[in-house]
């Protein structure tokens, strides 16, 4: 039976974190990720359907058959380094922000800056973060991108979590008309059901109102 395994799984291990400033670029915690011991990880990343046949990650064997090649040991930490400073690079300035769990890469994209309120197409004044975003990604072809939509509690939950999905379909599908292999998106809603912040004020509220894009790197195992 196909199964949806829940983001928040991935987020259990926090050790070595690292996230930068998302104006000043400023790292906070700085420590370089491990290169061994995160395969549970990737298999545990919120939204990606499991085989029918021995637990097999369909859209990872999808591009393990297009021949598109797997990290392993001491190389993973080193790929994600690269990638994590390219990204930390490019997105300097624009309010994105970049954090490091592990060997995972995760950017938050608040909503006032990639959405009109209540609306789901990605703002025209986003387009160029969304392409730099687009950039890395194409260079580091040797990882699954989850994308994830999040709301406040303000509305039904049922609204919400159209909401959330919808916002997350159209960042995905952005990346993808810049060339990211659709095969390595997986789109996911999650509402109101993941804040990362009290929905009880303003403020917390507009922290909960994001789109996240979580990076792993590409395993065999």
């Given at each position: 039976?196909?199964?949806?395994?829940?983001?928040?799984?991935?987020?259990?291990?926090?050790?070595?974190?690292?996230?930068?400033?998302?104006?000043?670029?400023?790292?906070?915690?700085?420590?370089?990720?491990?290169?061994?011991?995160?395969?549970?990880?990737?298999g545990?990343?919120?939204?990606?359907?499991?085989?029918?046949?021995?637990?097999?990650?369909?859209?990872r064997?999808?591009?393990?058959?297009?021949?598109?090649?797997?990290?392993?040991?001491?190389?993973i930490?080193?790929?994600?380094?690269?990638?994590?400073?390219?990204?930390?690079?490019?997105?300097?300035?624009?309010?994105?922000?970049?954090?490091?769990?592990g060997?995972?890469?995760?950017?938050?994209m608040?909503?006032?800056?990639?959405?009109?309120t209540?609306?789901?197409?990605?703002?025209?004044?986003?387009?160029p973060?969304?392409t730099?975003?687009?950039?890395?990604?194409?260079?580091?072809?040797?990882?699954?991108?989850?994308?994830?939509?999040?709301?406040?509690?303000?509305?039904?939950?049922?609204?919400?979590?159209?909401?959330?999905?919808?916002?997350?379909?159209?960042?995905?599908?952005?990346?993808?008309?810049?060339?990211?292999?659709?095969?390595?998106?997986?789109?996911?809603?999650?509402?109101?059901?993941?804040?990362?912040?009290?929905?009880a004020?303003?403020?917390?509220?507009?922290?909960?109102?994001r789109?996240?894009?979580?990076i792993?790197?590409?395993?065999?195992?």
């Open positions: 039976m196909k199964k949806t395994i829940a983001a928040s799984a991935s987020l259990a291990i926090l050790a070595g974190c690292t996230t930068s400033n998302p104006y000043t670029g400023e790292q906070q915690i700085s420590r370089a990720a491990a290169g061994t011991g995160i395969g549970a990880g990737v545990a990343l919120g939204g990606y359907l499991v085989g029918e046949v021995a637990g097999v990650d369909r859209g064997a999808a591009l393990l058959g297009a021949g598109i090649g797997a990290l392993s040991g001491g190389g930490g080193v790929y994600m380094d690269r990638q994590e400073a390219d990204l930390r690079a490019q997105l300097q300035g624009t309010g994105v922000s970049v954090t490091r769990v060997d995972r890469i995760v950017l938050n608040p909503s006032n800056i990639t959405f009109a209540d609306q789901d197409q990605v703002r025209s004044e986003f387009y973060t969304l730099s975003v687009a950039i890395v990604l194409n260079k580091y072809d040797q990882s699954i991108v989850d994308v994830v939509g999040h709301t406040d509690n303000v509305g039904s939950a049922q609204y919400n979590f159209g909401l959330s999905q919808r916002r997350a379909s159209s960042v995905a599908g952005f990346l993808q008309n810049q060339g990211v292999n659709g095969r390595r998106l997986n789109v996911q809603g999650q509402g109101l059901s993941q804040p990362v912040a009290s929905n004020t303003e403020q917390g509220r507009a922290q909960n109102r789109v996240e894009i979580s792993s790197p590409l395993q065999a195992g």
